[in-house]
């Protein structure tokens, strides 16, 4: 994984995607979402469908990016679907280096007075010096128990990664309640939700995965 994540995670503020109901917001896969190579000579695949994300990975890593908009930065849980079936082999996701997974997804944390006043606009750059940022990284990878939660090696204090499902294939659906991961995670309650990001990762091991996601939606 690289060692530039945190800027591509931070990033995720910066194009809308949510669409609203009155029960739920439901996150569109739509053009709305960006892409963040980290090599110029391999990159992922990732198919926008409305509803779903389709992910084509074959050893490489990249990240996909949106925006949380104002009337959604204070979902306290989250639900989605996803399935593999080409999967990595199972890595140590708490060391740098070989830890590849079949997908992450990334939901990015700010005070809520700062994430006002960096505004729709800021400049990226400004998020790599705060410390206040906070990310909870929900991961399909490793072999370790669901709801295992480790310490990110990339991100520092700033993020936690919690596992939901061994490296392999199949189909599931999840509900995350995102307060008390949180409170787990860093202690107290989180700020403003205002980034999701979703990467794959295949490089270290040099293998392929084939994944998707769909029915995201934050409440």
Same mark, same amino acid.
Do not use: C
């Given at each position: ?15 809308? *995607? ?23 000579? *391999? ?28 009337? #959604? ?21 708490? =060391? ?29 750059? =400004?998020?790599?010096?705060?410390? *206040? ?26 993020? =936690? ?52 996601? #769909? ?5």
């Amino acid at each position: 994984m690289t060692r530039f994540i945190l800027a591509s995670i931070l990033a995720a503020f910066l194009a809308p *995607s949510l669409t609203t109901s009155a029960q739920a917001q439901s996150v569109a896969f739509d053009n709305t979402w960006k892409t963040q190579r980290f090599s110029l000579f *391999s990159s992922n695949k990732y198919g926008f469908g409305g509803r779903s994300m389709s992910i084509a990975s074959d050893g490489s890593v990249s990240l996909a990016y949106a925006r949380v908009t104002e009337a #959604s930065w204070g979902a306290k849980a989250a639900k989605w679907s996803w399935g593999v079936t080409q999967s990595v082999p199972a890595t140590d996701l708490a =060391k740098k280096g070989g830890d590849d997974r079949n997908a992450s997804l990334y939901f990015v944390f700010l005070p809520e007075a700062e994430a006002r006043a960096l505004g729709a606009n800021a400049d990226v750059r =400004k998020l790599l010096t705060k410390d *206040s940022a906070r990310v909870l990284t929900y991961v399909w990878g490793d072999n370790r128990a669901r709801g295992t939660q480790l310490a990110s090696p990339y991100l520092g204090s700033r993020g =936690k990664t919690i596992l939901l499902r061994a490296a392999g294939t199949g189909q599931h659906s999840e509900s995350v309640n995102l307060v008390a991961d949180y409170k787990r995670a860093f202690g107290g309650t989180p700020g403003a939700l205002v980034g999701l990001a979703v990467s794959a990762d295949s490089d270290d091991t040099k293998t392929a995965i084939r994944a998707s996601i #769909s029915g995201l939606s934050l409440n």
